[in-house]
């Protein structure tokens, strides 16, 4: 069965440092693989997607690489701050643009 | 940018009572909504796919006679939960897609906490 594995275990970081952020999957093609970010009681909110022909992707201090062939993406953070700490959710889709999520993983940013 | 308005975003009643969640797209069109269920530190499970002027897709092992969806316009979806009970608490988030743009994400609404007690 499909399976997206992020880890489980909060990050914790300094103010400063680059943050990365790891989601690995199985039993899965995804045509698609974006990354959210949720704070506790809201709703995800969009940060970046990026397509299986697509290597990186950018966005201000936000990094997104896709491995297909490790099936592995990484989210990085650069410059973190504070305001930063959240909970960030990796999800897979195919075709459909139906994504499946991963648990997520805790960032904490200590200033 | 696309924005999703989620009512109400915390309910608690007693054990048997219905409840109904709305979920709106306010600037853009969204044939199909999304409503999806997430238990602490879990990840989100999608329930359903709302389609506008049509049935709603449930996914395997969701009761379709418990949750009940009704999309009746471009812009609004409402998620009924029938008889709730206790094991019905959790946090109930619909997310939509911009008719015109469907290489793009969904939107997410800020969610609606259940509380059965």
């Known amino acids: 069965s499909q399976k997206i594995e992020q880890n489980s275990e909060a990050l914790n970081i300094q103010e400063g440092k680059t943050a990365t952020l790891t989601c690995n999957y199985t039993?899965?093609?995804?045509?698609?693989l974006q990354w959210y970010r949720q704070d506790p009681g809201r709703g995800p909110v969009f940060l970046l997607l990026i397509r299986e022909n697509e290597k990186e992707k950018r966005k201000e201090r936000l990094k997104v690489t896709f491995d297909t062939t490790l099936k592995q993406s990484l989210f990085h953070i650069t410059a973190s701050q504070p305001a930063d700490s959240a909970t960030y959710l990796c999800?897979?889709?195919?075709?459909?643009?139906?994504?499946?999520f991963g648990r997520g993983t805790s960032l904490i940013v200590h200033p | 940018g696309a924005v999703v308005s989620q009512h109400p975003s915390r309910v608690i009643c007693k054990s048997g009572t219905s409840v109904k969640i709305e979920c709106r797209s306010l600037?853009?069109?969204?044939?199909?909504m999304f409503w999806y269920r997430q238990f602490p530190k879990q990840s989100l499970m999608l329930m359903a796919t709302s389609n506008e002027g049509s049935k709603a897709t449930y996914e395997q092992g969701v009761e379709k006679d418990k949750f009940l969806i009704n999309h009746a316009s471009l812009t609004l979806s409402t998620l009924t939960v029938t008889s709730a009970h206790p094991e019905d608490s959790s946090f109930y988030i619909c997310?939509?897609?911009?008719?015109?743009?469907?290489?793009?994400?969904?939107?997410f609404g800020d969610g609606t906490r259940l509380s059965i007690l």
């Open positions: 999800a897979l889709s195919g075709g459909s643009y139906i994504p499946t």
């Open positions: 997310s939509a897609r911009d008719l015109d743009r469907s290489d793009q994400p969904q939107h």
């Open positions: 039993n899965y093609s995804p045509a698609y």
């Open positions: 600037d853009f069109q969204a044939t199909t």
